[in-house]
Each structure stands twice: as structure tokens, then as C-alpha cells.
């Protein structure tokens, strides 16, 4: 079992950042693909980006690549989301996710692979 939770969001203007935090509970963080999507008001939730357990691949939705950046931190079982160059369109709730990684180097992008979810922080940028 994993626990997340997510940490960072806040009210910032257009074109500044934010990096947003999940720690995840348990002595097995990096046997887990980790991921960051997103949901906003009256839309679906959607993907926005993917690490794999050892951080060594990363993969972003087109909506973010270029200026969002995901990292983690096994010896601290946080995953990061750096979020630069922001726009009002980036206003959603931002939910970290986590799955087993087996070492495939495969990225997931759907929301049925994966397992675990936190409960989300909010991210609101102003025009």
C-alpha cells in the first residue's frame, strides 16, 4: 500500500512557477513509476507527465513539454513537478499517481495503470 501526498499548489500570474511535491509513504518508492495529472474544473482528468522508478526516463503530455519538469528523490520518496512559463489553461487540481515499475521502460500515461492516487492540490494562475 502507498500513501501520497501532494504539496506546492497556490495562486501564482501568468508566467511565473510553481513545483508542486508528493511524498509517498512506505520503504518501496522506487519500485514506482511515478505520475502527475491533472484536472480542471468540468474537464477530465489528463495526464501531464511520467518518471520511471529510477528517474531515468521521463515523458510529458505536449501541453507541458518544454516547461514543466518532472524529478524525484528515492532517498526522500518525493516526486517533483517543476512548473515554469504557467498559464491560466494550467488552472486544475494537480494529482500525483504511482504504479509498480518492473523495469519494462515503458511510460504510462492512462489513468486505469495506475494504482495509487493523492488527493490532489490546487494550482491557479491568473491572467
Known sequence: QVQLV?????????GGSLRLSCVASGRTFSSYSM?????APGKEREFVAHISWSGSSTYYADSVKGRFTISRANAKNTVYLQMNSLKPE????YYCAARRDYGFGYYYTAIAEYNYWGQ????TVSS
Do not use: N
Open 35 to 39: 505520475g502527475w495529472f491533472r484536472q
Open 120 to 123: 490532489g492540490t490546487q494550482v
Open 6 to 14: 501532494e504539496s506546492g499548489g497556490g495562486l501564482v500570474q501568468a
Open 90 to 93: 494550467d488552472t486544475a487540481v
